[in-house]
């Protein structure tokens, strides 16, 4: 999954992943991440989910980071407001009151543009990753972020075979496999989402489930 893999999706609009209401699960698991309500919390791979706005709307400083600039710009634009553009190379900032996003690849972050990070959303981007992503992925949250902060991660699980991603499948294994070096990793929810899933039902998938992790920095 290249750049333009990803500006051709928003091109042609075929961005079903995005969701018109805030992420139940945000709303409903952050309380039990117990971080402070002022704490900066980073949405990594953020598209233009209303999560954004929930979490500032609970008295955090969020950052978020997208790569395509159209996403960016209609997070602001569809709430109607005017944010303050800022080319900081290789990315473009923009930003309003609590609310910034580095418009550029999450790759090119660096441990600068995310300090004092305290807690990080995790929807649907882990699992944009293709298999050989994901262990890159991981590895540079732990580079950008050298102390690991409480995470509240949302994975889909279906059989691969059925259809090719992105979204990708990542089992509970992997998930443990990836973060438990620095994570205490717990399931907080597994959710059978199939019937409610038209997508997945039309390409006859037998199985899809939602699952939702806490990630707490190990002792
Ligand atoms: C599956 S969507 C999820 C968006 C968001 N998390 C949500 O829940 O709506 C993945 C997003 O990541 C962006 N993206 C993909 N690769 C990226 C990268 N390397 N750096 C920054 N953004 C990226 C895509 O443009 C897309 O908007």
């Known amino acids: 999954m290249d750049a333009e893999f990803w500006l051709e999706r928003w091109q042609r609009r075929e961005i079903g992943?995005?969701?018109?209401?805030?992420?139940?699960?945000?709303q409903e698991y952050?309380?039990?991440?117990?971080?402070?309500?002022?704490?900066?919390?980073?949405?990594?791979?953020?598209?233009?989910?209303?999560?954004?706005?929930?979490?500032?709307?609970?008295?955090?400083?969020?950052?978020g980071v997208e790569l395509v600039e159209t996403a960016v710009q209609e997070v602001f634009a569809e709430q109607g407001l005017t944010?303050?553009?800022?080319?900081?190379?290789?990315?473009?900032?923009?930003?309003v009151d609590e609310l910034r996003i580095l418009c550029g690849d999450f790759f090119a972050l660096t441990p600068e543009h995310l300090a004092g990070v305290g807690a990080l959303f995790d929807r649907a981007s882990l699992i944009a990753f293709p298999p050989e992503m994901r262990q890159q992925y991981a590895d540079r949250l732990a580079t950008l972020m050298p102390v690991p902060v409480p995470t509240l991660l949302v994975t889909l699980e279906y059989a691969q075979h059925e259809r090719p991603g992105p979204p990708f499948s990542v089992r509970s294994e992997e998930v443990h496999a990836l973060f438990d070096a620095r994570y205490q990793v717990e399931s907080l929810a597994r959710l059978d989402v199939l019937e409610e899933s038209p997508a997945y039902l039309k390409r006859r998938m037998t199985q899809l489930h939602e699952q939702v992790y806490r990630l707490s920095p190990s002792p």
């Open 83 to 95: 944010p303050t553009v800022t080319d900081l190379p290789p990315f473009r900032l923009y930003q």
């Open 17 to 26: 992943w995005h969701q018109d209401d805030i992420n139940a699960h945000l």
């Open 30 to 63: 952050w309380p039990s991440l117990g971080v402070d309500s002022n704490t900066l919390v980073f949405v990594p791979l953020c598209g233009k989910t209303l999560d954004l706005l929930w979490l500032v709307s609970q008295g955090h400083r969020v950052i």
